[in-house]
């Protein structure tokens, strides 16, 4: 059988196959781009990437970070703010289970602003959500 549940993903050919998040990371920056392209929705490729990527925040934060980063590299790159927005949600969660909560909080204040520029009001307040843990964590009640 040759269909997207059963078929090998990420081997770099077109076909528009989606990729899944191992291929991803394994690719060259301007290789993940051109699969992004090809798959007819990127932005919605890099949505399902960063949310596969963000499961993986409790288990293991440094890899989930890593890949967010990638993720939101390549939306910034391809030009897809609510894709860029929703992968920087995963990564405040990772730096606040990383213990890095100032940095966190930074971050997320950031991209809310980028969010909210580029239109996104709905990963805006995903972004100030995720940002309640590590304000919490530092004590910064009222903001949170």
Do not use: C, W
Not at 5 to 31: I, N, Q
Not at 44 to 73: C, H, N, Q, W
Not at 82 to 96: D, E, Q
């Amino acid at each position: 059988m040759n269909d997207a549940t059963t078929s090998p993903r990420g081997d770099g050919g077109g076909g528009g196959e989606p990729l899944d998040l191992e291929a991803f990371v394994a690719l060259d920056a301007a290789v993940r781009d051109e699969r992004l392209q090809s798959t007819g929705d990127p932005d919605a490729e890099l949505r399902r990437l960063g949310d596969e990527a963000e499961r993986a925040v409790s288990t293991d934060p440094a890899i989930a970070l890593e890949r967010l980063e990638m993720v939101g590299e390549a939306a910034d790159r391809l030009g897809h703010p609510g894709a860029a927005a929703r992968a920087s949600r995963g990564r405040v969660l990772a730096m606040a289970y990383l213990g890095r909560l100032e940095a966190a909080a930074e971050f997320a204040a950031s991209e809310r602003e980028s969010a909210e520029a580029s239109g996104e009001t709905i990963e805006a307040a995903r972004l100030r959500l995720a940002a309640m843990q590590p304000l919490l964590k530092l004590g910064r009640v009222a903001e949170a």
